[in-house]
C-alpha cells in the first residue's frame, strides 16, 4: 500500500510539473536536466574560506545566506559546512524529487542530527528506515480523526483557563504564555499527564538544550557530549531534567494514575513480532519526542500569529468578528471548525511568513540525480520553506501578509511543494492535523475576548531547531 502511495504521488508529481510549467519563468527555473555531471563543481557557489567553507557565514546569518545565495546563484546552490558538501534547492519540483519521488534514498542530514541525539535519541523524529517505519504505524492512532474530536475539547478548555488569568492592561511574555499552553495540551491529550507545575522548568531547560545546540551549529568540529566543556555540562544537565519528567509521566502510567485511551499506554501495550515490549529507553525517545515537538512548532506559530495581528489591526478586527459570527459568544468547538475558515487562513498566512519549520535537511545515502545533476553520497541538500514561502513566482506581493489569498484556488494552484509548513512526503508531519485544529481553536478561544498589544520592539526571527523570537516578545494584553 505505501509503495502504490508513493507511485501515485509521482504520477501526480508529473501532472502537477505540466500544470504548472506556464506559469514559472523559465529564467527562474533550475538548470533543465542534463547528462550527469561529475559531482558538485558544475553548481554555483558563493565565495567560501579554506577549510571551513561557508560555515561562518551560514552559521551568523543563515536566513540571509540562503537568502543571497538563492538570489545570485539560482534553484541549485552548492556550499560546504567545513567537511560538509551541500546543496541548496530551492524550487518545489527540486524539493519533490527528494521527498517524494526517492526519499528512501535520503536521511535526515548527520550535520545537523549529530547534535541532538542527547535529547531526541532514536525518537519518531530522528529515526531512519524500516525502525521509523514500525514507529509511525504505531503513533498514527493517536491523530485519527475521532481522537481528534476527543482533542478539541481539551485544548479549549485548558485555553480559557489561561486567559482567565490575564488582566486588561497586564504585560506578558506571549511565546512563555503560547509554549506552556500547548505544553500542558500536549502532555495531557497525548499521555494524559498533568504537568502545570513543570512547564517553567522544563521550558528552562528546553531553552538551554537548544541554545547549547545553536552554539554547536558554529563549530567547524564536533565536541562529543562527555567532554565537560561548560557547554555540554549546561546541555546534560538540561537533558537530565527533561528525562526526570519523562520517568515521572511513565511511572504514574504504570501506576495505573491514568486512563488506558492515550497514546502512551498505546507505546506501552505495543509488542514486536516476538511479543516483546518497547525497550524503556525507546519508550523516553518517543515520549519526549512527541511532547518536545508536539508543542514547540505550534507555540511558535501562535507567537509569530499574535505579532502580526497586532502590526494589522484590520485583520485582526475582522478575525475577531468572524469568530463572533461562527460561535456567538460561546467558546468555539471541533465542530465549529469548518466555519472559522478566516481564523484557518489567518494561521496559514502567519506559516507562510514564519514557518516554525524554516528548514530541514537530507543526506544522499547512495549516489543519485536531483535536476538533472549528479548528487554524491553523503551530500546533505537544504529545503528551506522560509524562502519558499517568499517566493514571488508562488505568491504575489510575498512579503505582505494576507490572509485573504488562502480564500480561493490558491493552494490547489500552487505546485505541491511551494507552501511546506508541515513538510511532504512519507515524512511530513504525523500530528499536522491536530497542530492546525489547535492552533484554530487556541486563535479563536482568545481573538474573542482579546486584543493583543507589542511594544514598538519587533522580534527577530532566529533560527535554531526551529524558528525562534528573539527581542521584543513583552506585548499587552487588552479585553475586547
Known amino acids: ?111 545537523f542530527w549529530r547534535h541532538v541525539g542527547a535529547i531526541f535519541g532514536k525518537g519518531l523524529l530522528t529515526n531512519e528506515g524500516q525502525p521509523w517505519l514500525h514507529q509511525r504505524r504505531l503513533v498514527q492512532p493517536a491523530f485519527r480523526h475521532d481522537r481528534l474530536e476527543a482533542y478539541a475539547a481539551t485544548m479549549v478548555d485548558y485555553t480559557l483557563r489561561r486567559i482567565e488569568r490575564w488582566e486588561d492592561g497586564a504585560e506578558i511574555d506571549v511565546r512563555a504564555e503560547m509554549t506552556s499552553l500547548t505544553f500542558e495540551i500536549v502532555a495531557k491529550v497525548l499521555f494524559d499527564a498533568d504537568v502545570a507545575g513543570d512547564v517553567a522548568e522544563i521550558g528552562a531547560a528546553f531553552d538551554t538544550g537548544i541554545e547549547e545546540i545553536g552554539r554547536r551549529f558554529r563549530r567547524p568540529i564536533r565536541i562529543p557530549d562527555r567532554v565537560p566543556t561548560p557547554g555540554n555540562l549546561r546541555y546534560r544537565r538540561s537533558v537530565a531534567r527533561m528525562d526526570a519528567l519523562i520517568e515521572r509521566i511513565v511511572a504514574e502510567h504504570r501506576e495505573g494514575c491514568a486512563g488506558p485511551d492515550d497514546l502512551l499506554s498505546d507505546l506501552m501495550a505495543a509488542r514486536d513480532e516476538e511479543g516483546r515490549p518497547m525497550p524503556e529507553e525507546q519508550l523516553r525517545d518517543e515520549v519526549i519526542t512527541l511532547l518536545l515537538a508536539g508543542h514547540e512548532t505550534t507555540a511558535l506559530a501562535l507567537t509569530w500569529t499574535w505579532w502580526l495581528l497586532a502590526r494589522h489591526p484590520g485583520v485582526d478586527r475582522r478575525l475577531a468578528d468572524a469568530v463572533e459570527a461562527a460561535v456567538g459568544s460561546g467558546a468555539p468547538g471541533v465542530a465549529d471548525v469548518p466555519r472559522l475558515g478566516y481564523v484557518e487562513h489567518v494561521v496559514k498566512e502567519s506559516m507562510r511568513l514564519r514557518p516554525p519549520a524554516y528548514s530541514f535537511g537530507r543526506e544522499a545515502v547512495e549516489p543519485c540525480e536531483v535536476g538533472g545533476r549528479e548528487i554524491p553520497a553523503g551530500t546533505t541538500v537544504f529545503v528551506f520553506p522560509w524562502l519558499l514561502h517568499r517566493d514571488v513566482r508562488w505568491f504575489e506581493k510575498p512579503l505582505t501578509f494576507d490572509p485573504d489569498r488562502w480564500e480561493g484556488e490558491l493552494e490547489e494552484s500552487l505546485p505541491r511543494a511551494a507552501y511546506l509548513p508541515f513538510g511532504a512526503g512519507p515524512r511530513i508531519c504525523v500530528g499536522r492535523h491536530f497542530a492546525m485544529i489547535e492552533a484554530v481553536l487556541i486563535v479563536a478561544t482568545i481573538a474573542a475576548r482579546w486584543r493583543i498589544e507589542w511594544g514598538p520592539a519587533d522580534p527577530r526571527p532566529f533560527p535554531s531547531i526551529t524558528l525562534r523570537p528573539t527581542g521584543g516578545l513583552t506585548a499587552r494584553l487588552r479585553s475586547r
Open 1 to 111: 500500500m505505501l509503495a502504490s502511495f508513493l507511485e501515485g504521488l509521482g504520477s501526480m508529481y508529473m501532472a502537477g510539473a505540466i500544470a504548472a510549467a506556464s506559469r514559472v519563468d523559465p529564467a527562474h527555473v533550475y538548470p533543465p536536466p542534463v547528462a550527469a555531471r561529475s559531482a558538485l563543481d558544475a553548481l554555483p557557489s558563493p565565495p567560501g574560506r579554506p577549510l571551513v567553507g561557508h560555515l561562518p557565514d551560514f552559521a551568523r546569518d543563515t536566513l540571509g545566506f540562503v537568502e543571497a545565495a538563492a538570489r545570485e546563484h539560482g534553484d541549485m546552490v552548492r556550499f560546504r559546512l567545513g567537511r560538509w558538501e551541500a546543496v541548496l534547492l530551492n524550487h518545489p519540483y527540486l524539493v519533490e524529487e527528494v521527498l517524494v519521488r526517492d526519499p528512501w534514498n535520503w536521511i535526515k542530514h548527520t550535520f
